[in-house]
Protein backbone atom coordinates (compact mmCIF):
# COMPACT_ATOMS: atom_id res chain seq x y z
CA UNK A 1 0.00 0.00 0.00
CA UNK A 2 1.72 2.83 -0.88
CA UNK A 3 -0.84 5.72 0.36
CA UNK A 4 -0.96 7.70 3.54
CA UNK A 5 -0.75 5.62 6.55
CA UNK A 6 -1.68 6.46 10.28
CA UNK A 7 -1.13 4.67 13.70
CA UNK A 8 -2.36 3.54 15.98
CA UNK A 9 -6.11 4.01 14.11
CA UNK A 10 -7.93 4.55 17.44
CA UNK A 11 -6.37 5.41 21.02
CA UNK A 12 -8.74 5.57 24.29
CA UNK A 13 -6.59 7.37 26.88
CA UNK A 14 -7.99 8.83 30.06
CA UNK A 15 -7.86 12.80 30.79
CA UNK A 16 -4.30 13.65 31.80
CA UNK A 17 -2.49 11.33 29.89
CA UNK A 18 -0.43 12.38 26.44
CA UNK A 19 -0.51 10.43 23.67
CA UNK A 20 1.30 10.73 20.26
CA UNK A 21 0.35 9.47 16.69
CA UNK A 22 2.62 8.57 14.05
CA UNK A 23 2.23 9.70 10.22
CA UNK A 24 3.94 8.07 7.43
CA UNK A 25 3.08 10.59 3.99
CA UNK A 26 3.24 9.04 0.16
CA UNK A 27 6.94 8.70 0.00
CA UNK A 28 7.59 11.57 -2.47
CA UNK A 29 5.60 13.99 -1.20
CA UNK A 30 7.51 16.82 0.69
CA UNK A 31 4.52 18.03 2.64
CA UNK A 32 2.70 16.79 5.40
CA UNK A 33 -0.53 18.02 7.05
CA UNK A 34 -2.33 17.44 10.38
CA UNK A 35 -6.04 18.38 10.50
CA UNK A 36 -8.77 17.97 13.04
CA UNK A 37 -12.26 16.33 12.82
CA UNK A 38 -14.51 16.07 14.95
CA UNK A 39 -18.05 14.12 14.47
CA UNK A 40 -19.98 16.04 11.34
CA UNK A 41 -17.82 18.31 10.64
CA UNK A 42 -15.13 18.86 8.40
CA UNK A 43 -11.65 18.62 9.10
CA UNK A 44 -9.83 21.68 10.40
CA UNK A 45 -6.07 22.39 9.71
CA UNK A 46 -3.78 22.08 12.41
CA UNK A 47 -0.36 22.41 10.92
CA UNK A 48 2.10 21.76 7.56
CA UNK A 49 5.54 20.96 7.35
CA UNK A 50 7.31 21.31 4.23
CA UNK A 51 10.29 18.42 4.64
CA UNK A 52 11.31 19.02 7.79
CA UNK A 53 10.23 22.82 8.58
CA UNK A 54 6.87 23.04 10.09
CA UNK A 55 5.64 26.36 8.12
CA UNK A 56 2.16 27.08 9.94
CA UNK A 57 0.43 26.05 12.43
CA UNK A 58 -3.41 26.80 13.10
CA UNK A 59 -4.70 28.99 16.18
CA UNK A 60 -6.49 25.59 16.93
CA UNK A 61 -3.05 23.67 18.15
CA UNK A 62 -2.37 24.76 21.46
CA UNK A 63 0.64 24.72 23.46
CA UNK A 64 -0.34 21.32 24.90
CA UNK A 65 -0.02 20.19 20.74
CA UNK A 66 3.25 19.52 19.20
CA UNK A 67 3.97 17.96 15.75
CA UNK A 68 7.19 17.11 14.37
CA UNK A 69 8.84 16.06 11.21
CA UNK A 70 12.61 15.66 11.97
CA UNK A 71 13.88 13.93 8.95
CA UNK A 72 11.25 15.23 6.24
CA UNK A 73 9.50 11.59 5.91
CA UNK A 74 7.26 10.53 8.79
CA UNK A 75 5.72 12.88 11.72
CA UNK A 76 4.29 12.30 14.69
CA UNK A 77 1.43 14.63 16.50
CA UNK A 78 1.63 14.47 20.49
CA UNK A 79 -1.16 15.74 22.73
CA UNK A 80 0.23 16.56 26.25
CA UNK A 81 -2.48 15.97 29.59
CA UNK A 82 -5.03 15.28 27.21
CA UNK A 83 -8.85 16.65 27.83
CA UNK A 84 -12.27 15.38 26.73
CA UNK A 85 -12.40 17.76 24.12
CA UNK A 86 -9.71 16.17 22.53
CA UNK A 87 -11.54 13.43 21.25
CA UNK A 88 -11.43 13.83 17.57
CA UNK A 89 -10.40 12.11 14.45
CA UNK A 90 -6.39 13.08 13.58
CA UNK A 91 -6.47 12.99 10.07
CA UNK A 92 -2.93 13.42 8.49
CA UNK A 93 -2.37 14.34 4.61
CA UNK A 94 0.27 14.70 2.13
CA UNK A 95 1.06 16.08 -1.29
CA UNK A 96 3.52 17.10 -3.42
CA UNK A 97 4.18 21.20 -3.28
CA UNK A 98 2.21 21.80 -7.36
CA UNK A 99 -0.41 19.59 -6.25
CA UNK A 100 -4.12 20.87 -6.21
CA UNK A 101 -5.16 18.43 -3.98
CA UNK A 102 -3.82 16.29 -0.45
CA UNK A 103 -4.44 12.73 -0.04
CA UNK A 104 -5.34 11.73 3.22
CA UNK A 105 -4.65 8.78 5.32
CA UNK A 106 -7.16 6.64 6.92
CA UNK A 107 -7.14 8.63 10.59
CA UNK A 108 -6.53 8.01 14.50
CA UNK A 109 -9.81 8.03 16.42
CA UNK A 110 -8.90 9.33 19.82
CA UNK A 111 -11.09 9.10 22.57
CA UNK A 112 -10.84 10.77 25.92
CA UNK A 113 -12.59 9.42 28.55
CA UNK B 1 -14.78 35.30 8.67
CA UNK B 2 -14.26 33.24 5.81
CA UNK B 3 -15.57 30.25 5.59
CA UNK B 4 -16.87 27.35 3.46
CA UNK B 5 -20.16 26.21 4.39
CA UNK B 6 -23.02 23.61 2.52
CA UNK B 7 -26.69 24.15 2.43
CA UNK B 8 -27.71 20.35 2.83
CA UNK B 9 -26.46 18.30 5.37
CA UNK B 10 -28.47 14.86 3.71
CA UNK B 11 -29.45 14.57 0.71
CA UNK B 12 -31.49 11.15 -0.41
CA UNK B 13 -31.30 9.62 -3.67
CA UNK B 14 -32.66 7.07 -5.87
CA UNK B 15 -30.27 4.91 -7.38
CA UNK B 16 -29.70 5.76 -10.91
CA UNK B 17 -30.68 9.40 -10.36
CA UNK B 18 -28.56 12.43 -10.44
CA UNK B 19 -27.27 14.03 -7.35
CA UNK B 20 -26.54 17.28 -7.24
CA UNK B 21 -24.33 18.70 -3.81
CA UNK B 22 -24.20 22.29 -3.61
CA UNK B 23 -22.02 24.84 -1.16
CA UNK B 24 -21.14 28.13 -0.62
CA UNK B 25 -17.75 29.72 -0.07
CA UNK B 26 -17.19 33.30 0.86
CA UNK B 27 -13.26 33.44 0.30
CA UNK B 28 -12.61 34.62 -3.24
CA UNK B 29 -8.67 34.69 -3.00
CA UNK B 30 -8.75 30.68 -2.82
CA UNK B 31 -7.23 29.53 -6.00
CA UNK B 32 -8.90 26.29 -6.42
CA UNK B 33 -12.19 24.28 -5.07
CA UNK B 34 -12.19 20.45 -4.24
CA UNK B 35 -14.52 17.90 -3.80
CA UNK B 36 -13.81 15.64 -1.14
CA UNK B 37 -15.79 11.90 -0.56
CA UNK B 38 -15.40 10.67 2.60
CA UNK B 39 -16.83 7.21 3.55
CA UNK B 40 -17.10 5.65 7.11
CA UNK B 41 -14.11 5.14 8.93
CA UNK B 42 -11.83 6.73 5.90
CA UNK B 43 -10.03 10.02 5.85
CA UNK B 44 -11.14 11.99 2.70
CA UNK B 45 -10.76 11.16 -0.60
CA UNK B 46 -10.51 13.45 -3.48
CA UNK B 47 -12.55 13.58 -6.16
CA UNK B 48 -12.77 16.46 -8.53
CA UNK B 49 -11.48 19.71 -8.30
CA UNK B 50 -11.85 23.17 -10.39
CA UNK B 51 -9.55 26.32 -10.73
CA UNK B 52 -11.03 29.41 -9.61
CA UNK B 53 -10.63 30.87 -13.44
CA UNK B 54 -13.02 28.08 -14.83
CA UNK B 55 -16.94 27.62 -14.42
CA UNK B 56 -17.26 23.62 -15.13
CA UNK B 57 -15.12 20.58 -14.87
CA UNK B 58 -16.22 17.39 -15.30
CA UNK B 59 -15.30 13.84 -14.67
CA UNK B 60 -16.05 10.33 -14.82
CA UNK B 61 -19.69 10.57 -13.37
CA UNK B 62 -19.17 14.03 -11.86
CA UNK B 63 -19.07 17.73 -12.65
CA UNK B 64 -17.87 20.38 -10.57
CA UNK B 65 -19.73 23.89 -11.24
CA UNK B 66 -18.29 27.42 -9.84
CA UNK B 67 -20.53 29.87 -9.85
CA UNK B 68 -17.92 32.68 -8.86
CA UNK B 69 -20.84 35.66 -8.72
CA UNK B 70 -22.67 34.07 -5.87
CA UNK B 71 -19.59 32.38 -5.31
CA UNK B 72 -21.26 28.95 -5.25
CA UNK B 73 -19.56 25.65 -5.99
CA UNK B 74 -21.65 22.09 -6.54
CA UNK B 75 -21.28 19.02 -7.41
CA UNK B 76 -23.20 16.65 -9.24
CA UNK B 77 -22.96 13.10 -9.66
CA UNK B 78 -24.46 11.21 -12.37
CA UNK B 79 -26.29 7.97 -12.37
CA UNK B 80 -25.82 8.05 -8.55
CA UNK B 81 -24.52 4.51 -7.15
CA UNK B 82 -24.78 2.42 -4.13
CA UNK B 83 -20.91 2.80 -3.57
CA UNK B 84 -21.71 6.58 -3.65
CA UNK B 85 -22.93 7.14 -0.19
CA UNK B 86 -20.82 9.18 1.94
CA UNK B 87 -20.66 12.12 3.00
CA UNK B 88 -19.21 14.97 0.70
CA UNK B 89 -16.64 18.00 1.47
CA UNK B 90 -16.26 20.93 -0.42
CA UNK B 91 -12.94 22.28 0.34
CA UNK B 92 -11.28 25.97 -0.65
CA UNK B 93 -7.78 25.93 -1.57
CA UNK B 94 -5.06 29.19 -0.78
CA UNK B 95 -2.08 29.27 -2.74
CA UNK B 96 0.40 29.16 -0.12
CA UNK B 97 0.93 25.82 1.11
CA UNK B 98 -1.91 23.91 -0.21
CA UNK B 99 -4.31 24.17 2.46
CA UNK B 100 -7.54 23.09 2.69
CA UNK B 101 -10.30 24.66 5.13
CA UNK B 102 -13.72 22.53 4.67
CA UNK B 103 -17.24 22.86 4.94
CA UNK B 104 -19.29 21.06 7.48
CA UNK B 105 -20.51 17.91 4.44
CA UNK B 106 -23.53 16.59 3.31
CA UNK B 107 -23.98 12.86 3.37
CA UNK B 108 -25.39 11.33 1.14
CA UNK B 109 -27.66 8.37 0.85
CA UNK B 110 -28.36 6.28 -1.97
CA UNK B 111 -31.66 4.69 -1.63
CA UNK B 112 -31.98 1.10 -3.87
Known amino acids: DTGVSQDPRHKITKRGQNVTFRCDPI?????LYWYRQTLGQGPEFLTY????????KSRLLSDRFSAERPKGSFSTLEIQRTEQGDSAMYLC???????????FGPGTRLTVT | GESVGLHLPTLSVQEGDNSIINCAYS??????FIWYKQESGKGPQFIIDIRSNMDKRQGQRVTVLLNKTVKHLSLQIAATQPGDSAVYFCAERRAAGNKLTFGGGTRVLVKP
Open chain 1, 27 to 31: SEHNR
Open chain 1, 93 to 103: ASSLAGDRGSY
Open chain 1, 49 to 56: FQNEAQLE
Open chain 2, 27 to 32: NSASDY
